[in-house]
């Protein structure tokens, strides 16, 4: 059974800084891994992604200040994004995305999602 399941969010003040953290688990051979942030109105964007073979890539917004990395234990792969000099306009619910293949088709998975909450 695929599950990823987030962890990290809250409240924090402008200038600070958070660690999410997502279990991924249940997937023989994830692909790509990828944090998205959806805030109220607007529609999810990607915030930072690592391929399976380490390649990162930031959005525009968060370059220089979140940092995307990811380890494996036994039968788990641990997303984590460092998020530095967090701003109001992060303020949104973060989603932890992963996709594998099966027979050539790709399938994706999500998590349930992590409020982070920056206060100016």
């Known amino acids: 059974q695929v599950q990823l399941v987030e962890s990290g969010g809250g409240l924090v003040q402008a200038g600070g800084s958070l660690r999410l953290s997502c279990a991924a688990s249940?997937?023989?051979?994830?692909?790509?891994m990828a944090w998205y942030r959806q805030a109220p109105g607007k529609q999810r964007e990607l915030v930072a992604g690592?391929?399976?073979?380490?390649?990162?890539?930031?959005g525009d917004s968060v370059k220089g200040r979140f940092t995307i990395s990811k380890d494996v234990a036994k039968n788990t792969v641990y997303l984590q994004m460092q998020m530095n000099n967090l701003k109001p306009e992060d303020t949104a619910v973060y989603y932890c995305?992963?996709?594998?293949?099966?027979?050539?088709?790709?399938?994706?998975?999500w998590g349930q999602g992590t409020q982070v909450t920056v206060s100016s």
């Open positions: 249940g997937i023989f051979n994830i692909g790509n």
């Open positions: 690592i391929s399976s073979g380490g390649t990162t890539t930031y």
């Open positions: 995305s992963a996709d594998w293949r099966t027979w050539g088709r790709r399938e994706d998975s």
